[in-house]
């Protein structure tokens, strides 16, 4: 097989892996600090349990983080060592600060961890939320900013072929940034939302503990109600990418789109199947001019076709396919979540529906679907490039021998490591019910007057 393909798929299969942790990593943060509010808040044991257990689920997740996430550093020299060589000193500093974040979340988690009931005024120990969101939030923001340089690289000159003057702060916060940051950190803080609502609806399907009922049913009242802020902000974010993709990067707008004629009121294209010999599009939804409208905000606007680019830049046209599961994925979400929470309002009793909870409960695995999607739209409508005008993956990707050698031995890691974390987070939550979690809770420093310190 080609060293080339191996390369991308041992890096596809990585990121696919790792970006399941990196997403649970940077949304359940946000989830703790706003149980661990409404507990104080509320006094009410039901929110300070969940927060405790939640914060016990995330330790795991972390860890696995950590190891997947070192791993993808380090098959960037690995696979192309030629891109680290030729822009490595370019993108050395978010690469840091993306080290320094994470150490700055995990000694405040640790902290945050050891500390409940240390505190007479338990909002002292809620102001630990905020440097652990703080760093995990800034953790997606600087290995970010390495993926956008990829994408719109500046900061340096060539010389030589080699990248010069380099400038880190402007490579660091290249034209891509702010999009793709609002668009990865609030897609990650409503996948954990969904995930949580999941979680709190199957359990209110099929669970022993029949004393938790209440306390699952306030879980999926906050997820639900956080995921629809959250899912709303994401499509802003989605807007804005589009935007953005057809002033700086036409051709991933085109090929996420099938759109092969440059012209204005184009159609926006869902679904549907497309024979590249003849670019005849069947069986897809097209909505009139909506695609010039979201490049532009207006039906007019001009939008770049396919066949205006050279044929060696274009991205694969399978990308199409993952925009299709991202959207479809997405609104799925938002729709359950805004149909059970109406029905909740209007129609309490109905909540109990066993087939309305089974639709909450794919909300869930659905936000990571759509997780795993965009990031394959995104590093595939990259296509060719691994550093956009500059550098090509094929020019990047290592020659050296026994490469299909080391893809199935992080394989088995990848399978291990999955395995071990299903089977440690199921242990961890089996036959221990939420009730008894709360039967903990000091009752006297819960309802005290919240005076005094440590």
């Known amino acids: 097989m080609d060293q080339v393909i191996i390369a991308r798929m041992l890096a596809a299969m990585t990121l696919a892996f790792h970006i399941i942790f990196a997403t649970v990593g940077v949304g359940v943060p946000i989830i703790i600090m706003i149980t661990e509010f409404l507990g104080i808040k509320n006094k009410d044991k039901h929110y300070l349990a969940m927060t405790r ?20 550093g380090l098959q960037l020299s690995l696979l192309y060592p030629t891109f680290m060589e030729m822009g490595g000193h370019v993108i050395a500093l978010p690469l840091f600060m993306e080290t320094f974040a994470f150490f700055f979340e995990a000694i405040f988690l640790s902290i945050y961890l050891y500390s409940f009931d240390r505190f007479k005024n338990l909002w002292t120990h809620w102001l630990l939320n905020i440097p652990i969101v703080l760093g995990s939030t800034l953790s997606a923001v600087f290995i970010t900013t390495v993926n956008s340089f990829m994408n719109t690289p500046q900061g340096f000159d060539v010389e030589g072929g080699k990248l010069v003057n380099v400038q880190p702060l402007e ?22 939302a969904f995930i949580v609502a999941s979680i709190a609806a199957f359990k209110l399907i099929r669970n022993k503990f029949t004393e938790d009922r209440t306390y699952h049913k306030k879980g999926l009242k906050v997820a639900l109600i956080t995921g629809i802020i959250f899912s709303v902000i994401a499509m802003f ?25 440059t012209e204005s009121q184009a ?24 695609l010039s409208f979201l490049a532009g905000n207006s039906f007019d606007t001009e939008v770049t076709g396919l066949n205006d680019i050279p044929k060696d830049e274009q991205p ?17 979400c938002l729709a359950i979540a805004v149909a ?12 109990h529906n066993k087939l309305l909870l ?30 956009r005008g500059y550098l090509k993956v094929s020019e990047a990707a ?57």
């Open 316 to 332: 694969p046209l399978i990308i199409h396919y993952f925009f299709d599961f991202m959207v479809f994925f997405g609104m799925y």
């Open 171 to 192: 490579a660091m916060f290249n034209p891509s940034v702010p999009v793709r940051v609002l668009h990865v950190v609030f897609t990650a803080y409503m996948t954990v």
């Open 358 to 387: 089974s639709l909450v409960v794919l909300t869930g695995p659905f936000a990571m679907l759509a997780i795993e999607a965009g990031w394959f739209l995104a590093e595939m409508g990259r296509q060719p490039w691994i550093l």
């Open 267 to 290: 159609d926006l294209v869902l679904f549907g199947m497309l024979d590249e010999d003849t670019q005849e599009v069947k069986g897809a939804l097209k909505i009139p001019g909506v």
């Open 237 to 261: 974010a989605g807007d804005l990418s589009a935007k953005f993709l057809h002033e700086h990067q036409p051709e991933k707008l085109a090929a996420m789109e099938w759109h092969f004629e």
């Open 398 to 454: 290592t020659d050296a021998p026994g490469l299909i050698l080391t893809f199935g031995g992080f394989l088995l890691l990848y399978i291990i490591l999955g395995v071990s974390s299903v089977y440690v987070l199921t242990r961890m939550f089996k036959d221990k019910s939420a009730k008894a979690q709360m039967d903990e809770l000091d009752d006297h420093t819960l309802l005290n007057d919240q005076k005094g310190g440590y």
């Open 340 to 351: 059970f929470m109406l029905i909740w309002k209007f129609k309490p009793k109905w909540i």
């Open 53 to 72: 257990r939640i914060s016990k689920g995330y330790t795991v997740t972390v860890a696995v983080g950590v190891v997947t996430g070192t791993i993808i």
